[in-house]
């Protein structure tokens, strides 16, 4: 096994100078904005237009078609707002979510009815599930038509329900600024989530006054910001008398703007610290009491650490599937402490012996000198022991790989490369399956904001179209899109967005000519019958498609490495061009897995550093 390229830094200090991250300015809600009340003589359509340049919109992402073509015409006079034509409404809604995980701020994208609508589904189920900051704006059939089963006609609010933070269906042209700015508002406060807006092609076509609201009445919204100080002093004490304590750190730490707050409190305690998926980049990877991200593609050291801690304090994480594994033998020993903005968390999967509601960044602050005056009391605890094992954890099971015998790239090899080469100011999209399990194991990720992924909904398709809205939230960094060949075959016509639009992302297709993690589960699960998993792009002489010839019929570069003496070289070639999209088709093996593993239902006691090999530990430590 060829050990990973960035082992684990031997226990040090801690320094003292923190990765600094500003948490992104909130959008701008209406009663924090008092202003002399200015009203326009306008139509609905226009009143759309004012209200998102009123919310702070920079950025549209969409494509009009029928009931939403009225807002097309005067946002084409509009010289605040962007808009960006993407070429499947998909695309839009993804590219939505990689400008609002990139920045922080709303992304929004729009539609209109019937199947324009219908294909945001998928983005706004997966902003929905990995807390994204959205508003999705659709045109509706006009008022009287609804309900006739009227050409193009869905009943957008009705589908979305389910996966939606909130939505509104739209009528009476004069409710248009308020609902807007309401949407703005609650898809960005406490935990953030799409917000749908349906509007109807009547109200657009209608006359009305346009006036931005002063302030917004929402009886029953009031998200809880300000943790509940009992509870903070006893989560203190319990972090500071716990003998094998870990921090799980979640994505909602990113989502609240707390990483300096985190590392602080990380430097202070002494804990050990995992970053799941959707929190990779919270804590620098340099940290030396960070172990890496738990769970089924965890590391040995992290997965172990969570089974036999004594303590758990989770930070706004979920407690998903994918990091306990068999939730009923999950940290078996650990008090737990649940501290997330939304209370609905708490508790749903896993009991909180301390459950703690609040915005990560004010829990965190609030936490800090509560854990000193412990200390002062107790003392700090002698936690020489706990390393001496995780240490020895990291040692013996450190992420690495076999390199192929089949003469194809090692995609594990490829993807440090690119992150290495890139620099820690990169930001990397992924999208779903081995290439992104790799990306997040074999990058190293030292601030917040560089790692974009589908997490909770795992979504093939995501990386392109996540990529370019980064970049144009965030154009002075070099953007990568790290896509499967099964992903990127999904949403690439966002090429030609990317070209046309002067979007210059890059994209590493990591070709091993099959669904990868599909087959992976075909080799281990099902006696290696692969069915319907060759996608025939890569391996043998047939290329469908050929990746370097697309990318050259959508305008961006291509460029091939099938070598490993190549691969610096092409990653190097690739950064230098930064007025096109570039896309890397890297040959690799199809044969390579993603190691370690938790079987999906088993505890996560079972977990295997490699095909047949499983660490060996006494599960009743």
Known sequence: MVQGPHPAPPRRPAATAATEHVRPAAEPAASSRPRPVVTEQVTGAKSIVRSLEEAGAEVVFGIPGGAILPTYDPLMDSTRLRHILVRHEQGGGHAATGYAQA?????????????????????IADANMDSIPLVAITGQVAAPLIGTDAFQEADIVGITLPITKHNYLVTDPADIPRTIAEAFHIASTGRPGPVLVDIAKSAMQTDTTFSWPQQLDLPGYHPVTKPHAKQIREAARLLATARRPVLMIGGGV????????LRRLVDASGAAAVTT?????????????????PGMHGTVAAVAALQKADLVVALGARFDDRVTGKLSSFAPNAAIVHADIDPAEIGKNRAADVPIVGDLREVITDLLPELAKEH??????????????????????????????????APQHVISRIGEISGPEAIFAAGVGQHQMWAAQFIRYERPNSWLNSGGLGTMGFSVPAAMGAKVGDPSRTVWAIDGDGCFQMTNQELATCTINEIPIKVAVINNSSLGMVRQWQTLFYESRYSNTDLNTGHGTVRVPDFVKLADAYGAVGLRCETRADVDATIKRALEIDDQPVVVDFTVSRDSMVWPMVAAGVPNDDIQYARGISPAWDRED
Not at 105 to 120: D, F, Q, Y
Not at 386 to 394: E, F, G, L, N, Y
């Open 103 to 123: 920045t922080g701020r709303v992304g929004v994208c729009m539609a209109t009815s019937g199947p324009g609508a219908t294909n945001l589904v998928t983005p």
């Open 254 to 261: 990113i989502r609240s703007g707390a990483a300096a707050e």
């Open 277 to 293: 998926l959707m929190a990779r980049g919270a804590l620098p990877d340099s940290h030396p009491q960070n172990l890496g991200m």
């Open 376 to 409: 002062a009391h107790h003392g700090k605890p002698d936690l020489a022991a706990w390393w001496h094992q995780i240490d020895s954890w990291r040692e013996t099971f450190p992420l690495g790989f076999d390199e192929p015998t089949d003469g194809h790239l």
